[in-house]
């Protein structure tokens, strides 16, 4: 797959700041891809601490980020858990934290999917959360029970959804949300479809059977894809946005990984995993349909055009981002999710609060987002970093 770079500027107002995108240079950027070390699917993740020189316990000091900017240091253990479409990124950043700060240190992610991240942290199994929704009603309960305060979602890594797709000789595909749709509920069945054939004039397409993956556990991905099919084509795919995917039609498999091997080894298979996935295993991605049934593929300044529209609610200290799918320029990708951090906002462990907030500082500024790019995720503005890295700030 490719993903082109043909724009000259990266960033777009999102509120009152703008966001800048990058799904470039996406090498080795899949769950178990990662140059410095694995993550995504169920596995869990650490990066050896490294460096010449530790802080004392219990203090913070300041060291040079791997890009640029400056890492507090603190010294602690501390987990995570959550979602897989950020455990790539966040594998990153422990490694750079860690390597900086010295043995004293020793942090731990599980990209085990959103569902169960959310769950261990309600559980106290896990410091924080990743994922790639909010906190709904009921887990914001539960969380702030778990925190004897506040919990707060904080969107810290946005990035991109590929439809990927394995159909022999076809190399380039348009799907519509209708047509999505109707594949995952079972109503088209074949690649030479006429619904099919009729959005790919001159594609010659086989009478190939098509097996639609999705994935099994509860997942943001599948939450955020769902909802674009939903809220763009509401009549073929009735059921509204679920972390469990509502189709009973397809196939299942584990993690964005396992759906994006598992459409890598089927020929007819169509799946959607986290853009990095699709990269990693070598899948084509298929151009989109919007709102108006316009096709748009996947690409830095469609992907950028259409989070540009995103609105940001702040209240009660979250940072989530809302996305008007009606939004339909030719030039706007509109599959598209951001992954947040769960954590208290008041009644953390007093003895792990400051790497947590240490850590998760890092991840908002400069030298953690700055490496976005590369890694084939969103940036967010400078502005953004600034008022996210308060609210981690903020910790107590």
Same mark, same amino acid.
């Given at each position: ?5 043909? %724009? ?29 070390? #694995? ?19 219990g203090?913070?000091?300041?060291a ?6 400056a890492?507090n ?11 897989s ?23 731990? $992610? ?23 929704? &909010? ?5 914001q ?10 919990? %707060? #979602? ?18 380039k595909? /348009? ?19 006429q ?9 010659s ?16 991905? #599948?939450? /955020?894809?769902?909802? $674009? ?16 995917? &509502? ?13 994006a ?8 298979a ?37 989070? #540009?529209?995103?609105?940001? +609610? ?10 008007d799918?009606?939004?339909?320029? +030719?030039?706007?990708? &509109? ?19 400051? %790497? ?20 084939? $995720? ?19």
């Amino acid at each position: 797959m490719k993903i082109h770079a043909g %724009v000259n500027g990266r960033s777009a107002a999102v509120g009152a700041g703008v966001l800048a995108i990058a799904l470039a240079s996406l090498t080795a950027c899949g769950s178990d891809n990662n140059t410095s070390s #694995s993550s995504g699917g169920s596995s869990s993740t650490s990066s050896a601490a490294g460096g010449s020189s530790s802080p004392a316990s219990g203090s913070s000091s300041s060291a040079s980020g791997a890009t640029g900017g400056a890492i507090n240091c603190a010294n602690g253990t501390l987990s995570g858990q959550g979602s897989s479409a950020q455990a790539t990124a966040i594998t990153q950043f422990i490694k750079d934290y860690q390597t900086k700060c010295g043995s004293g240190t020793n942090i731990s $992610y599980n990209g085990n999917g959103s569902g169960p991240g959310v769950t261990a942290f309600v559980q106290k199994q896990a410091d924080w959360a990743g994922s790639d929704y &909010p906190l709904n009603a009921d887990q914001q309960k539960q969380a702030d029970q778990r925190c004897g305060g506040k919990a %707060v #979602s904080v969107g810290t890594i946005p990035g991109a959804i590929a439809v990927m797709y394995n159909v022999p000789g076809v190399d380039k595909l /348009n799907l519509s949300a209708s047509t999505l749709g109707k594949i995952y509920t079972g109503k088209i069945t074949k690649w030479n479809d006429q619904a099919i054939a009729t959005e790919n004039p001159g594609v010659s397409l086989p009478d190939l059977a098509i097996q639609a993956y999705h994935r099994s556990d509860a997942s943001g991905t #599948s939450f /955020n894809f769902s909802n $674009y099919l939903n809220k763009t084509a509401a009549a073929d795919f009735p059921t509204a946005a679920n972390k469990q995917w &509502p189709a009973s039609t397809g196939q299942a498999a584990q993690g964005s990984k396992g759906v994006a091997q598992a459409v890598q080894s089927t020929a007819g298979a169509v799946g959607y995993a986290e853009v990095s996935y699709a990269t990693s295993n070598n899948l084509k991605t298929a151009a989109i349909g919007n709102a108006q049934g316009k096709f748009v593929p996947l690409t830095i300044a469609n992907a950028s055009n259409f989070i #540009s529209k995103a609105q940001v +609610d702040t209240a009660d200290g979250n940072y989530k981002f809302n996305f008007d799918y009606t939004y339909a320029a +030719d030039d706007a990708y &509109p599959a598209v999710l951001v992954t947040y951090e769960i954590v208290c906002s008041t009644g953390n462990d007093s003895a792990k609060l400051p %790497v947590l907030k240490n850590f998760l500082q890092y991840t908002a500024g400069t030298g953690a987002q700055s490496q976005l790019e590369k890694l084939g $995720y969103v940036a967010l503005s400078s502005d953004q970093q600034t008022k996210v890295g308060a609210i981690f700030a903020g910790l107590s």
